[in-house]
Antibody, heavy 122, light 107 residues
Framework: DVQLVESGGGLVQPGGSLRLSCAASGFTFSSYWMNWVRQASGKGLEWVASIKQDGSEKNYVDSVKGRFTISRDNAKNSLYLQMNSLRAEDTAVYYC???????????????WGQGTLVTVSS | AIQMTQAPSSLSASVGDRVTITCRASQGIKNDLGWYQQKPGKAPKLLIYTASRLHSGVPSRFSGSGSGTDFTLTISSLQPEDFATYYCVQDNNYPFTFGPGTKVDIQ
């Protein structure tokens, strides 16, 4: 079974840094685009970042550009999100997601982790 | 960025009801749209991808339609386990964007 397990969340002061990890198992990690999505308490979902199979292409939502860095280690089946210059508005549950490709341009976010909570507060 | 809207923002329905949720994109996204169900305290789950393809294991009472800018999620006969919040998301263009969600609760 596909499994994604996030870790690394916690309480951090504004301006601080945190590194999230996502451990993948049950599939060939190096064959998939991977993503981070976040959700503030009681709010909707916000896509944060994505990374190509070999790490050669990365995309970010404007609100985190220059502050967050997505990366991966295919040898360790792990996805990361380095978060710097954190702000109160970054407070959210962060989910790791797999982007599956079915062919003919058809994709989905078919597998999600359970999420890890990041709280930015003094 | 492509803006996604959903209607209604919430609805009350009874078991057995037919429920329809709409999602609109601010520009054409072909059929690059997915629907997700989320229950409180849980991660979202994939229901429909590429606008109309039913994800493996999802009951056939869920269906999706649409292309371009207008999309629909239909639950043909609402079941007790379907009370949840539903989100659409476009993955045609970066940044990928979610709709604000539709909360379905018990009437």
């Amino acid at each position: 079974d596909v499994q994604l397990v996030e870790s690394g969340g916690g309480l951090v002061q504004p301006g601080g840094s945190l590194r999230l990890s996502c451990a993948a198992s049950g599939f060939t990690f190096s064959s998939y685009w991977m993503n981070w999505v976040r959700q503030a308490s009681g709010k909707g979902l916000e896509w944060v970042a994505s990374i190509k199979q070999d790490g050669s292409e990365k995309n970010y939502v404007d609100s985190v550009k220059g502050r967050f860095t997505i990366s991966r280690d295919n040898a360790k089946n792990s996805l990361y999100l380095q978060m710097n210059s954190l702000r109160a508005e970054d407070t959210a549950v962060y989910y790791c997601m797999r982007r599956n490709y079915y062919g003919s341009g058809s994709y989905s976010f078919d597998s999600w982790g359970q999420g890890t909570l990041v709280t930015v507060s003094s | 960025a492509i803006q996604m809207t959903q209607a209604p923002s919430s609805l009350s329905a009874s078991v057995g009801d037919r429920v329809t949720i709409t999602c609109r994109a601010s520009q054409g996204i072909k059929n690059d749209l997915g629907w997700y169900q989320q229950k409180p305290g849980k991660a979202p789950k994939l229901l429909i991808y590429t606008a109309s393809r039913l994800h493996s294991g999802v009951p056939s009472r869920f269906s999706g339609s649409g292309s371009g800018t207008d999309f629909t999620l239909t639950i043909s006969s609402l079941q007790p386990e379907d009370f949840a919040t539903y989100y659409c998301v476009q993955d045609n263009n970066y940044p990928f964007t979610f709709g604000p969600g539709t909360k379905v609760d018990i009437q």
